[in-house]
């Protein structure tokens, strides 16, 4: 019997530094969510590159990246992977959303995505999980620390969509849908090296200000990502174990 096969669109550029120390935010997934037996590829949305229908029939699972695009945006490629989206959810296809890929799968079921309220959040969050039976199983903690950046947010969920995180900042930090979607604001896969880099980035492409970058890598070093936590909840939702 074959292993499972899943899919990492890939929505951003990879960084040198990523490409270097992990092979690519590919291999910063694969890292986290592989398991024995699967396999694993890649398609490049962002540049265009997109399975066809006959190709998402082969895969068990989809992951969707961050990018530095917008969610609400409609660059040609945004608007092909709403489609894309879309006939995935029609499939019933596992779909796993991170930041972008989070804001992107709450658009494609009809949310609204917009700048965040209350401004960019970087750093080590404190999330609120909810008490969600589907947690159960997995004896999580009520509270988990992952690693943001950001400064859009889902501001409205369509109604059958369960919430089921939040944060001070961050009104729907998690959200499921059905059996087969799950959006997490945060980014479980991103280790802490990963984000000062990109903090620096931000910083020079003028994007966040000095005092705010300084504020952002001091919360860094204060806390710990519960990246073992996040891994597990991933992965049991990913496989259809949760």
């Not at 369960?162 to 959006?183: L, P």
């Not at 620096?200 to 966040?208: E, T, Y």
């Not at 504020?215 to 939702?237: G, M, N, T």
Request: glycine share 10%; proline share 2%; charged share 30%.
């Amino acid at each position: 019997m074959e292993g499972k096969k899943f899919a990492v669109l890939l929505c951003a550029e990879d960084s040198e530094y990523v490409k270097k120390k992990y092979g690519g935010y590919f291999g910063v997934f694969v890292r986290m969510l592989a398991e024995e037996g699967e396999t694993w590829d890649f398609f490049r949305v962002a540049h265009g590159e997109f399975p066809t229908d006959d190709e998402i029939g082969e895969f068990d699972g989809f992951v969707i990246t961050g990018s530095c695009n917008d969610a609400h945006g409609n660059d040609l490629w945004i608007c092909k992977l709403l489609n894309l989206l879309k006939k995935i959810d029609s499939m019933k296809k596992k779909v796993l959303g991170i930041c972008f890929g989070h804001q992107i799968l709450g658009r494609s079921l009809g949310g609204t995505i917009e700048r965040a309220t209350n401004g960019w959040d970087i750093g080590v969050t404190t999330v609120n999980l909810s008490t969600s039976k589907q947690f159960n199983s997995l004896k999580l903690p009520a509270f988990l620390q992952v690693i943001e950046c950001h400064r859009d947010e889902i501001r409205e969920l369509p109604p059958k969509a369960e919430v089921m995180a939040w944060s001070n900042k961050t009104g729907i930090e998690m959200f499921r849908y059905g059996d087969h979607i799950m959006g997490i604001q945060g980014h479980p896969e991103y280790t802490k090296d990963i984000l000062l880099h990109l903090i620096d980035r931000l910083l020079q492409h003028n994007l966040i200000e000095e005092s705010m970058a300084d504020v952002a890598k001091a919360k860094v070093e204060e806390r710990e990502p519960d990246r073992e936590q996040w891994k597990k909840l991933c992965i049991s939702f990913l496989k259809g174990k949760l």
